[in-house]
Nanobody
Framework: QVKLVESGGGLVQAGGSLRLSCAASGRTFSSYVIGWFRQAPGKEREFVAVIGWSGGSTYYADSVKGRFTISRENARNTVYLQLSSLKPEDTAVYYC????????????????????WGQGTQVTVSS
């Protein structure tokens, strides 16, 4: 069992930065891959980024590549998502999720793969 709690969201101007945190409880946290997803009003939840259990493997959606950075500190049971060069279209509720390891990116970018979800944190980017 893993419980996830996101924090760090807020209101920021376009071009600004935020750092989201995903704090996890559970002794097996380091064995899970952690993904970030987001959902804007009226839209489906979409994949943002994922990080492997050791932190050595990461993958990003094309829409955020080069602007967002995912990292993790297993000793602190925390995963971070650094958001930079933010755009109004990045406005959404951001969720972190924990899932089992998988070899296929198409699996790791699919929300239904993940077993545990946080409650989400709102990011609003003003133009």
């Amino acid at each position: 069992q893993v419980k996830l709690v996101e924090s760090g969201g807020g209101l920021v101007q376009a071009g600004g930065s935020l750092r989201l945190s995903c704090a996890a409880s559970g002794r097996t946290f380091s064995s899970y891959v952690i993904g970030w997803f987001r959902q804007a009003p009226g839209k489906e939840r979409e994949f943002v980024a994922v990080i492997g259990w050791s932190g050595g493997s990461t993958y990003y959606a094309d829409s955020v590549k080069g602007r967002f950075t995912i990292s993790r500190e297993n000793a602190r049971n925390t995963v971070y998502l650094q958001l930079s060069s933010l755009k109004p279209e990045d406005t959404a509720v951001y969720y972190c999720a924990a899932g089992k390891k998988a070899d296929l990116i198409v699996v790791l970018t699919t929300a239904s793969w993940y077993d545990y979800w946080g409650q989400g944190t709102q990011v609003t980017v003003s133009s």
